[in-house]
């Protein structure tokens, strides 16, 4: 798996929506790289990264944050308020990053000093975030639907110079814009994922990014990004990724699964960020509508790994992760596949799974550790694999899930 691939497939996941993907992220990184590449190349992987992450700290407002496309909407919700900062504090996790998360910090900081987190103005403005603003309301203005819009999107931001950004930043975009090299594929949906793999390739992450430790790093802030959609279930990913782990060694799965059920687990459910917060946050009962939204997770969670061409590595972790609703009897989702059929991985994630949702304190049906096994094991052969169960309750009962049990009580 290739760092570089999985940040895009990470940016992919805060645009996802039940039925395809927003792509603003990935627009904003494209356009901020390709103006940076023409006035100052030396931020341009900065700017890159900076952009494909810009917004992840957005995750968990009740609306995308397109739809917040004026300074008064954006400072008047306290969750949109926070995001240059929070999205800054997560890619601070990323060796490699912290360029990059000085200009998330700054990429809502207006050129006359009215903007947030910290009302920076004139050149206090990293160039690089305030190339990010520029491409952010840009992109937020609808401009790249198509050709005809770029002009349309021109004219509605020219009112900005000036306030939001400067003339000479301006002058540079509008002057960029002429590039058809780079817009011709740029403004068309379909020619998206192989420019921005093409894109991923050129720019690679910064050598201390760029090993199997950073690959588990960005892993981890996909856990992260799936607890700020949902905090109520704060820690579940993590939780599922290491009882995953313990019990792929318990039934002597080699340690290269045993190391790739922790990763299933750590973005089993970054499908649910495409869900609406709405859904997600609540506690009663769904309409038969409203489940069938919710349990497109599964199949957002496949589609978000498998957003860009050439990636086998990263396809293989989405498959297993996102077929974890599957059921043993064949009456899951996403593809109601039956048995062996389902990866074992996805049959082992699927037991810890519902095992933590029993006992996690959201649960409205919270029970023990040891009622929830026992439930396990009434729906071993229905709804989980008999051997899967089976190894559960033997590793329950050795006391091999220890800690982990213990942080889930
Ligand atoms: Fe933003
Ligand atoms: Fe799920
Ligand atoms: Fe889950």
Known sequence: MVPAQLLAAVSYMTDLIPDGCLY??????????????IIAPEIRRDVFYAGLLQEIGSIGAMEHITSYNSLELQVNDPHIKAHPERGAAILDWLPGLA???????????????????????GDD??????????????????????????????RNLAGFTGYAWSSSLWADFVGSTTDTAFYKPFLDKKSLPKLMAQTCKEIAVPDELNNEEGIERILHVVAAMVDLKDPATRGHSIRIARYAKSLAKHMCLSSEDAHLAYRAGLVHDCGRLGLPSHLVNRTGRLSDKELTIVRAHAGMTIRAFNCLPDCPEMVALGEIAGHDHERFDGQGYPDGLTGERIPLISRI???????????????????????????????????????????????????????ELATAA
Do not use: C, Y
Not at 24 to 36: E, G, K, P, T
Not at 108 to 115: F, I, Q, Y
């Open 24 to 37: 603003h992220s990935w627009r904003v990184a494209l356009l901020s790289q390709h103006l940076a590449s």
């Open 99 to 121: 360029e990059a998360s000085a200009l998330v910090r700054s990429h809502h900081e207006w050129w006359n000093g009215t903007g947030f987190p910290d009302g920076l103005a």
């Open 125 to 154: 403005i990293p160039l690089g975030s305030q190339i990010l603003r520029l491409a952010d309301a840009a992109d937020s203005a609808g401009s790249f639907e198509n050709r005809a819009a770029i002009a349309k999107g021109l």
């Open 349 to 403: 994630l699927s037991a810890v799974d519902a095992f933590d949702a029993m006992n996690s304190v959201r649960s409205d049906r919270m029970v023990s550790s040891k009622a929830a096994v026992i439930r396990l094991q009434q729906n071993a052969g229905k709804q989980f694999d008999p051997q899967v169960v089976e190894a559960m309750v033997d590793l329950a009962g050795l006391g091999g899930f220890g800690e």
